[in-house]
């Protein structure tokens, strides 16, 4: 976001709150004072390469800056009665090197950054320390808090700032409380952290949806390649084939950097046939499966099935691309899976498995509301699996056996969801606490079912979750169920090849229910429409 729409003081103000919950006695009457580094710019190897830089998500929170080597010291008086007194925030920003300016683009100025932060003070790094100091003089009793020191998953603080406040007599630091406190600050979206999660999905809906038209386009035979092109001269854009899952990803990251978007939220997962039944395949280097050689390819020059070349034809597959952009630091998480080949339709059994999941994710989300428990959708969509293999064939007996048999593990195994804000899977700690006392005891199924599960709470307004089941014929995972007496082995024969299904959207829990943050339609219909270029 730009100029001062990143409340910024806002989120510090809840986080210093939420510290005061869990703050044992003897500490919340104390000043609070948290001090954080913010990242810095990455460089590759042994080298002055820089890598693309992205700020450390909790930083960002509590400041809205992306500038590299800044930093926050902010202060809570919990005894003031004045609020305007109560809360200070101190953003320190790196100072302009001119031997710098002709290789980066330079930090703001101080009076440029105060149109751009919503802080309470802005100054430069070199005066952080004196800042320091004179908190420690004016406020001797006061808590500081940090992120885990030591650790490689955050910024490290400069051992000079930290220093001075260990070795006083009268402070206290600790990085016990802090960042459990943010994550729970986090968990509860703000209306402004939800315009940036619905922008972040506009534009990833619309990039799934690119892709999509392409495969249509390509078809319908309408990608035509000018004289020369590939040849004499580079394909330009219009003239792009999708043969190749790097391709799809390519169209993908294109789509999302062309408005504005810098940022994957994560390593997008451009899967086709047997590749999508892995989850977290994000290799995208294989080509689309072809049908078998017949006589003069050779002659086909790697023109695809609807080309000049029609005897070259893509394989009936399924084509599974996991991916979201970034907004701001904020996250998108879209999944997909579309029919590649076959006219740019699913084929009959591709439609059932299909079908069923998007059963399972429609039925999921009209459950979401506040007080729902999230092991009670991860049950739900192995209820629906169960009663869906079941009319297919592929299961065999009695439902409530197999459901407490746990094998719809081997083709669903992972969780429905999880929290998705900063960070794809965000606030762990928030979202699957360690000591938790609201786990349903009484709950059906399989202990297997709960097993990856990212959430494990009751739903509460605010919460931005994923909701994305999921079908995959996985050969390591089908070993489990060999031999199962559930299972018709022979029809399942039938599915092996199939690879996956996944079907994923972002939804904002509402006071009374949901609502679907992603834009990109899923249904049968219009999907095939789009991939076989009719509409």
């Known amino acids: 976001m730009s100029g001062l729409t990143y409340f910024a003081r806002s989120h510090v103000q809840r986080t210093f709150e939420q510290l005061m919950n869990v703050l044992p006695s003897q500490l919340k009457e104390k000043p609070q004072v948290i001090l954080l580094a913010g990242g810095n710019t990455p460089f590759r190897n042994d080298t002055d390469r820089e890598l693309p830089f992205r700020q450390e998500s909790n930083f960002y929170y509590l400041t809205g800056c992306s500038v590299p080597g800044s930093f926050l010291l902010a202060l809570y008086q919990p005894e003031q009665t004045n609020s305007s007194t109560r809360l200070s925030v101190r953003l320190s920003i790196p100072e302009v090197e001119a031997a710098d300016l002709m290789w980066s683009v330079p930090p703001p100025t101080i009076e440029e950054a105060k149109h751009l932060f919503d802080v309470t003070d802005i100054s430069y790094s070199s005066e952080l320390q004196g800042a320091i100091t004179l908190l420690l003089q004016s406020h001797p009793e006061a808590v500081f808090h940090t992120l885990p020191r030591n650790s490689p998953q955050f910024p490290t603080l400069p051992e000079e700032y930290m220093s001075t406040i260990v070795t006083s007599e009268t402070h206290t630091a600790t990085d016990a409380y802090l960042l459990s406190s943010l994550h729970k600050t986090r968990l509860i979206k703000d209306e402004n952290e939800i315009t940036m999660l619905r922008h972040a999905n506009d534009i990833s809906s619309r990039a799934h949806e690119t892709v999509m038209r392409v495969l249509g386009n390509a078809v319908q035979g309408k990608i035509a390649q000018g004289e020369g092109a590939g040849i004499d001269r580079p394909l330009l854009p219009g003239e792009w084939l999708i043969e190749k899952e790097a ?8 789509s999302c950097r062309r408005e504005g978007a810098v940022h994957q939220a994560y390593l997008p997962i451009v899967a086709a046939s047997r590749r999508a039944a892995t989850l977290h395949y994000c290799c995208n280097d294989r080509e689309f499966t072809w049908g078998p050689v017949k006589p003069h390819d050779h002659l ?236």
């Open 300 to 535: 086909n020059h790697g023109a695809l099935a609807h080309g000049p070349a029609p005897e070259k034809q893509l394989e009936p597959q399924l084509l599974l691309i996991d991916a979201g952009c970034e907004w701001d630091c904020y996250s998108a998480d879209i999944t997909r899976t579309m029919p590649v080949g076959n006219g740019g339709r699913f084929t009959e059994k591709g439609k059932q498995i299909y079908s069923l999941v998007l059963e399972m994710q429609q039925k999921s989300m009209k459950s979401l509301r506040p007080g729902v428990h999230w092991d009670t959708i991860q049950l739900l969509c192995h209820q629906i699996l169960v009663e869906g293999f079941l009319n297919i064939g592929l299961f065999k007996g009695p439902k409530d056996e197999i459901l407490r048999s746990g094998i719809s593990s081997a083709f669903f195994p992972h969780g429905v969801g999880h929290s998705l804000g900063m960070d794809v899977h965000d606030v762990p700690s928030a979202s699957k606490p360690t000591n938790n006392t609201t786990i349903p005891q009484d709950k059906a199924g399989h202990p297997s079912f709960y097993t990856y599960l990212r959430l494990r709470l009751p739903l509460a307004e605010g919460m931005v979750v994923t909701v994305e089941p999921g079908i995959y014929f996985h050969e390591h995972l089908l070993k489990a169920v060999e031999e199962s007496e559930y299972v018709n082995h022979d029809l399942l024969k039938e599915y092996r090849g199939m690879g996956g299904v996944r079907i994923e959207d972002d939804i904002l829990i509402t006071s009374d229910g949901c609502e679907n943050l992603t834009k990109v339609r899923s249904d049968v219909e219009w999907l095939e429409s789009v991939c076989s270029g009719e509409i």
């Open 247 to 254: 391709e799809a990803e390519a169209i993908f990251v294109a």
